[in-house]
């Protein structure tokens, strides 16, 4: 069973390397992680058809939804977001678009986020919220 301890972004990158392997992707998702102390929980929630970044209303119900798991499901939780879509690895202005929306939600959910990650074929690449404007 994979039970890492996450408490660097290192260990995080390391986390999504691991479970999402090499492979190519088909399609676009999100995937969300839900850490509680030290440790994810066992499994992961896979967000699919996810090529357009998200409206104020997808951001607002995402920040809705982590709020009601910090409450009932995992109080204390914090959460480690990644996109996956097919294509080459540079990061695009969508790519930094769904980061901002991650952040965001998190934000307003009071929730903690670590960094969030693209996944492309074969690599994996932070998205630092410095980078997309959030400090």
Do not use: K, N
């Not at 998702?29 to 030290?38: E, H, Y």
């Not at 499901?73 to 996956?84: D, K, M, T």
């Not at 903690?112 to 959030?134: E, K, M, S, W």
């Amino acid at each position: 069973m994979f039970e890492p301890v996450l408490t660097t972004q290192t260990q995080v990158e390391d986390a999504w390397r691991t479970l999402m392997g090499p492979w190519s992707f088909g399609g676009h998702s999100v995937w969300m992680m839900l850490v509680v102390g030290d440790r994810p929980l066992p499994q992961l929630t896979e967000i699919s058809e996810c090529e357009d970044p998200p409206d104020a209303a997808h951001v607002e119900g995402l920040a809705e939804i982590l709020l009601m798991l910090d409450r009932d499901v995992a109080p204390g939780l914090h959460v480690a977001f990644l996109r996956s879509r097919p294509g080459r690895s540079t990061i695009t202005e969508t790519d930094r678009a769904w980061a901002r929306s991650l952040y965001a939600s998190a934000r307003r959910a009071g929730v903690p986020c670590a960094v969030v990650h693209l996944a492309t074929r074969g690599d994996i690449r932070p998205i630092p919220a410095d980078v997309v404007g959030i400090r």
